[in-house]
């Protein structure tokens, strides 16, 4: 079994199949000095043939997927999963800090293969389509993550900084803000509630973390920011 190597913010760490690695504000990959995050967070392992990532963290979670965001997968703490595709996307947001960092393997015992579906122009996670303006909503918060220089990381904008760059009042953003999420939750997606009624305080950063993780907005879709909106003001998304 060859080694894997784990790439975060354009550096490469190779992982031999004698020894693990573990990630956070200390271990083989040091994040930084985010009180949020864990001292050991993540930890990546070889056993009983197979590569394994560990959540050794006692509250954060992370979001896995295989390159082509066609499996995705809620790695809550204490749970582990095999490291089965040729490039593993791994997602997590520590306080308002979102990490992202890929894990690649030579030699994958799983290869995915796609199958092209035609496009209707509407943007679906499982059965639930997405308005253009609520991609725009979510393209407005991950923009940062999007167009981040080699970084890892970046502060996920406030709810005024997000519809001041749509162009929409704080009123409408946070309207459409609580219907996307409402969306994902009832579809299954965690930490998009707080509570049985409530929404979850950090359900920007967790969005986000879903969109990017899901390829749900990728950085070719940041044009439309900048294009005309054609959806109008009145619109009940």
């Not at 306080?95 to 030579?106: D, F, L, N």
């Amino acid at each position: 079994m060859t080694a894997v190597t784990v790439e975060f913010a354009g550096e490469y760490f190779p992982v031999d199949t004698s020894t693990s690695f573990t990630v956070g504000r200390e271990g083989d990959l040091e994040l930084d000095d985010n009180l949020f995050l864990h001292r050991h967070f993540l930890e990546i392992a070889h056993d009983d043939g197979l590569w394994w990532l560990t959540n050794i963290g006692s509250r954060l979670s992370a979001t896995v997927t295989d390159s082509a965001g066609g499996v995705q997968a809620w790695l809550a703490p204490g749970a582990r999963l095999p490291l089965v595709f040729e490039r593993t996307t791994i997602v997590f947001t520590a306080g308002p800090t979102t990490y992202e960092m890929t894990v690649h393997s030579a030699e994958p015992p799983f290869r995915a293969v796609r199958r092209e579906a035609e496009g209707d122009g509407v943007s679906t996670i499982g059965a639930v389509p997405l308005t253009e303006s609520q991609k725009l909503l979510i393209l407005a918060l991950a923009e940062p993550q999007l167009r981040r220089d080699g970084t890892g990381m970046s502060e996920i904008p406030s709810s005024a900084k997000a519809a001041q760059r749509l162009g929409w009042t704080v009123t409408r953003f946070n309207r459409k803000l609580d219907n996307v999420c409402d969306k994902l939750d009832r579809i299954g997606v965690p930490g998009m509630r707080g509570g049985q009624r409530s929404f979850a305080t950090n359900r920007r950063a967790r969005l986000v973390e879903h969109a990017i993780a899901s390829r749900l907005v990728t950085r070719e879709d940041l044009a439309m920011l900048d294009a005309p909106q054609s959806e109008p003001e009145g619109e009940l998304d």
